[in-house]
């Protein structure tokens, strides 16, 4: 993935809120740089304050790509093999200006498919076994049904989020009748080479209290902002029930018991809390395992001056 002789494109990852749109923003301003979105969530439009897709403000004339570019009431969906369509697309016109495409997000699957090309498809199907898998998952709840294919298939439990049943069935659906992981399979497929010469740089924390507090600040900040308003929103608009990828988002669905009167508005921010640290820890598990991702600490020292240390200790990646 370090060929000369191929396009250059800085990609920034990580586990949610730990600085990758900081960061990406910063780069942009210093080299010419464009951003596009590497976020599962983010491409669906009027998902955006859960989501916690920059604002206007925000993207302060850095011109960004792959996010609103999907509606989630739409039954064809937005694929893996969607993204990597329209996220190489746009690396295509940045390259072509003669700008840098900075890739941002924590959706590792994404970024897999991109920088090593499609995944896995098993067309054969068992309807059986995936009904009496669903039927597990209604008795058992979906948080059951994922420890099954965590037991089994762990890089691709760390990838699938708990709540996404039917991508958890069908997971187990392929180890239970091929006999082989899911993973693996995909794995296996990926023979096109990097078409990029990629710098993948990840922001990690050794220090999991530092991440937890920023992890409660932005959950505080969402709140303060209209979490509540743009969730009653969306599920007024029946997003939750007709897209299945949106209603498996962090930051919306925690805060269902509290709207609907069956809990304080305390336990669903506290919810939310919780479950975002879990899902902080499933990224952090999956980029580890990558081998393209080099690392840069975020961790130390004054937050401000800290900032100017991950963004110059970035910057001496390039090369």
């Not at 090309?117 to 898998?133: H, I, K």
């Not at 959950?219 to 979490?227: I, N, P, S, T």
């Not at 840069?296 to 970035?314: H, K, L, P, Y």
Request: one cysteine or more.
């Amino acid at each position: 993935m370090t060929q000369t002789g191929k396009p250059f494109l800085v990609a920034v990852v990580g586990c949610t809120a730990g600085g990758k749109t900081a960061l990406a923003l910063e780069l942009a301003r210093r080299h010419g740089g464009e951003i596009v979105s590497c976020d599962s969530m983010q491409i669906y439009r009027g998902m955006d304050i859960g989501t916690a897709k920059p604002d206007e403000a925000e993207r302060a004339g850095i011109p960004h790509w792959l996010l609103d570019v999907a509606d989630p009431t739409d039954p064809r969906g937005y694929s893996c093999a969607d993204y990597v369509r329209d996220a190489r697309a746009a690396v295509a016109d940045i390259l072509a200006r003669g700008k840098l495409p900075i890739l941002c997000g924590g959706t590792g699957l994404y970024l897999d498919a991109f920088l090593r090309g499609g995944t896995f498809e098993v067309t054969d199907t068992d309807p059986a076994l995936r009904a009496s898998l669903a039927a597990y998952a209604a008795q058992n709840g979906a948080e059951a049904l994922h420890r099954e294919l965590e037991a089994v298939d762990p890089e691709s439990a760390a990838a699938i989020h708990p709540n996404n049943v039917k991508r958890v069935i069908r997971a187990l659906e392929i180890y239970r009748t091929t006999g082989r992981r899911k993973s693996d399979l995909d794995r296996a497929s990926r023979t096109e080479d990097c078409p990029y010469r990629a710098l993948v740089i990840g922001l990690r924390y050794s220090d999991r209290r530092i991440l937890w507090d920023r992890i409660d600040r932005r959950v505080d900040a969402m709140m303060a902002a209209g979490l509540p308003e743009e969730t009653r929103r969306l599920r007024a608009a029946g997003v939750f029930d007709l897209c299945p990828t949106a209603a498996q988002a962090i930051g919306y669905k925690e805060l269902f018991p509290w709207l609907d009167g069956h809990a304080t508005r305390a336990e669903a921010v506290e919810a939310l809390k919780t479950a975002t640290r879990r899902y902080a820890k499933r990224q952090t598990t999956w980029f580890a395992a990558r081998p393209y991702v080099t690392w840069v600490d975020a961790d130390a020292g004054d937050r401000a001056r800290n900032f100017e240390d991950i963004v110059n200790n970035a910057e001496s990646l390039f090369s």
